[in-house]
């Protein structure tokens, strides 16, 4: 049996799966890591886990040989700002564990169940709260020096659009400028009440279209996905891949941009899905 963790901001999606199908699984308050960790240990303790995998909101230290490793690193979440996440968990169950963001597990769960299935690469892009992204290349997540944070790029503006932007590193980059927040910013409306004939919704679209781009031309995926809640906008899918080809202007050839640029196979899933899987492979490497 394996475990697996997505580890969000406002939630915990704690499963457990044996031959490859989920036999139980709990929803968790993000609250103090110590009554959240609790909780998340009531629920594993029922049960015999050969490896775990654990997909958690960011930053977080991902370097094995840095102090830091498995630290979930400047969170303005109380009590979760430099704290050993990995540590506490290793500590009860001594099991192996596989350690990454929550949007590099929702981009394994979906390069070997979801949207991505017989590719070898992708990415998973979240347009929530926040933007971020997930990348696996050569059917392994991608990482450098850290774990790459490609919601904070920077976009050319849109001529119409004046807004300063939510980033509170940045201002307008990506997620500045693209994130569900900056949405309700501009217009005093959240994005799922605003009418589909809004103009911020080509301002988006172009954002977020050039961050396609921006992806493509430097890691050529074979497929992008795209998650989280602004992307339940079906007509903005639409606009963005209308963008993409415009922007793109024909430079780089990709597939047929209904099939390239797609919604998540494995809705609400791709993260707690991707985290068992990477305790499957985890396993499989002892
Ligand atoms: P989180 O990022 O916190 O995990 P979500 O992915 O649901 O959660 O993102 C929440 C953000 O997405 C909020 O800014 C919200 O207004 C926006 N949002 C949620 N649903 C929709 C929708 N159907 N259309 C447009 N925006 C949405
Ligand atoms: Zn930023």
Redesign the pocket.
Known sequence: MYGGIEA???KFICAVSNEGVIVERVSIPTTTPEKTLKQVFDFFDQYELEALGIGSFGPIGIDKNADNYGYVLATPKPGWGNYNFLGSIQERYGIPMAWTTDVNAAAYGELLKGAAQGKKSCIYL?V???IGAGVVLEGDIFSGLAHPEMGHIWVKRHPEDTYEGTCPYHKDCLEGLA???S??ARTGI???E?PQDHPIWDIQAYYIAQALINYTLTLAPEKIILG???M??DHLLHKIRQQFVELMGGYMETPQVDEYIVRWGLPNESGIIGSLLLAEKEHGKQ
């Open positions: 969000g901001g406002t979240t929530g709260t926040g994130a569900g927040p949405i309700e959240k994005g799922q605003l989280g809640g602004v339940n906008q």
